[in-house]
């Protein structure tokens, strides 16, 4: 199995920024993608970001991109989400989850994630 562990979430200013960190352990596949998604309280779950593995290969969701950025390190099996110029709306859980299926290139389709982190809070004060 794959255990994902999540930190880096906190409370925040409108503006500011934080860095969310995931390092995946266990009985990982030669290779795999990895993505986040994000849930606000009362809403769906929703894509932000993944990267394949090939680190040039990534997919932002619309009102993150330009503002939030993937990268991952292989050797310590860690994806990062870098995310500035944060916004109220950005409040929300964050999840982490790695695509044991190949995992080449991104996808924001859920399905394709076979394992999930527990979730880390961000919170943007106005």
């Known amino acids: 199995q794959v255990q994902l562990a999540e930190s880096g979430g906190g409370l925040v200013q409108a503006g500011g920024s934080l860095r969310l960190s995931c390092a995946a352990s266990g009985r990982t596949s030669s290779s795999y993608g990895m993505g986040w998604f994000r849930q606000a309280p009362g809403k769906e779950r929703e894509f932000v970001a993944s990267i394949g593995w090939t680190s040039g290969s990534t997919l932002y969701a619309d009102s993150v991109k330009g503002r939030f950025t993937i990268s991952r390190d292989n050797a310590q099996k860690t994806v990062y989400l870098q995310m500035n110029s944060l916004q109220p709306e950005d409040t929300g859980v964050y999840y982490c989850?790695?695509?044991?299926?190949?995992?080449?290139?991104?996808?924001?389709?859920?399905?394709?994630?076979?394992?999930w982190g527990q979730g880390t809070q961000v919170t943007v004060s106005s």
């Open positions: 989850a790695l695509d044991a299926t190949g995992g080449y290139l991104p996808t924001r389709y859920a399905e394709r994630y076979r394992y």
